[in-house]
T-cell receptor, first 113, second 115 residues
Framework: QKEVEQDPGPLSVPEGAIVSLNCTYS??????FMWYRQYSRKGPELLMY????GNKEDGRFTAQVDKSSKYISLFIRDSQPSDSATYLC?????????????FGKGTKLSVIP | GAGVSQSPSNKVTEKGKDVELRCDPI?????LYWYRQSLGQGLEFLIY????????KSGLPSDRFSAERTGGSVSTLTIQRTQQEDSAVYLC?????????????FGSGTRLTVV
């Protein structure tokens, strides 16, 4: 069983829609949770970073973590065509000396004008 | 530099040849990581360098893969006797010490195609 599961999509929504992206994980030792955005032929860029259960907001983006269910989500409000990209969840073990991340496969999002 | 620089951006090589991929991290970032992104797969950790410490090589898929980091800065990932399954995007990231995934900055990657 892969440690981080993410629906690869693709997901297509109209401009202005609320987008929900989700990942599940299997190992409770995961403690740090990140969402990255990756445009075509570019490297991933960090969107959100959190380590606790609950919600964290940054502009139109909200990251949600439920450690009891081992479930993380990213919500995008008022989606824009510029949000079209692949979104990757990433998780890090607590105390991992090398700070390596375990990534989901990514969900490809298209926001249609 | 302003960001993480990787070269070449694209590389096509024949099966059985050796290739070298270069990563120039952000100045002052002591941690450097290599990941591999294959089609339809997530990013796969390969190797981690931190300062003068012994690298964490636990993600290297075979002994055909090796990496070095000279002078705590530039890193080279070498793949010997390339195979078609090595075709992927190889991504390098750097971070300040102790920040982990919350402080990663990725380069744009090297797209390797083995024919």
């Amino acid at each position: 069983q892969k440690e981080v599961e993410q629906d690869p999509g693709p997901l297509s929504v109209p401009e202005g829609a609320i987008v929900s992206l989700n990942c599940t994980y299997s190992n409770s030792a995961f403690q740090y949770f990140m969402w990255y955005r990756q445009y075509s032929r570019k490297g991933p860029e960090l969107l959100m970073y959190t380590y606790s259960s609950g919600n964290k907001e940054d502009g139109r983006f909200t990251a949600q973590v439920d450690k009891s269910s081992k479930y993380i989500s990213l919500f995008i409000r008022d989606s824009q065509p510029s949000d079209s990209a692949t979104y990757l969840c990433a998780i890090q073990y607590s105390g991992a000396g090398s700070y390596q991340l375990t990534f989901g496969k990514g969900t490809k999002l298209s926001v249609i004008p | 530099g302003a960001g993480v620089s990787q070269s070449p951006s694209n590389k096509v090589t024949e099966k059985g040849k050796d290739v070298e991929l270069r990563c120039d991290p952000i100045s002052g970032h002591t941690a450097l990581y290599w990941y591999r992104q294959s089609l339809g797969q997530g990013l796969e950790f390969l190797i981690y360098f931190q300062g003068n410490s012994a690298p964490d090589k636990s993600g290297l898929p075979s002994d055909r893969f090796s990496a070095e980091r000279t002078g705590g800065s530039v890193s080279t990932l070498t793949i010997q006797r390339t195979q078609q399954e090595d075709s992927a995007v190889y991504l390098c990231a750097s971070s300040p010490v102790g920040t982990g995934g919350g402080g990663y900055t990725f380069g744009s990657g090297t797209r390797l195609t083995v024919v």
